[in-house]
């Protein structure tokens, strides 16, 4: 059983910046692929970005290219979403998502390959 819990969150005006973390629980965190998805009121829930087991590789939405950077610390057994120039569409619920099966054979975007998720924390920009 994989526990996990965002954090960081919060309101921001446009052109702001927030970091999220995410918190796991278990001993092999390094084993999991992760991943930050986002939903906003009324949408149904999107990729955001993806990192490998010891962060070599990483894979964005189209939408946040150059504007976020996923990393991770396997060591706190957290992940992390560095998110920079924001605007009032990154407005959302983001949640953070654990691959423990690798049902795909590189880093994914689709939900349905993920199979822990978090609660979530919400993310507000301002205009």
């Known amino acids: 059983q994989v526990q996990l819990v965002e954090s960081g969150g919060g309101l921001v005006q446009a052109g702001g910046s927030l970091r999220l973390s995410c918190a796991a629980s278990?001993?092999?965190?390094?084993?999991?692929?992760m991943g930050w998805f986002r939903q906003a009121p009324g949408k149904e829930r999107e990729f955001v970005a993806a990192?490998?087991?010891?962060?070599?590789?990483?894979y964005y939405a189209d939408s946040v290219k150059g504007r976020f950077t996923i990393s991770r610390e396997n060591a706190k057994n957290s992940v992390y979403l560095q998110m920079n120039s924001l605007k009032p569409e990154d407005t959302a619920v983001y949640f953070c998502?654990?691959?423990?099966?690798?049902?795909?054979?590189?880093?994914?975007?689709?939900?349905?390959?993920?199979?822990?998720w978090g609660q979530g924390t919400q993310v507000t920009v301002s205009s």
């Open positions: 990192i490998s087991r010891f962060g070599s590789n990483t």
């Open positions: 998502a654990a691959d423990t099966v690798y049902s795909s054979l590189s880093l994914s975007r689709a939900e349905y390959d993920y199979d822990y």
């Open positions: 278990g001993r092999t965190f390094s084993g999991y692929r």
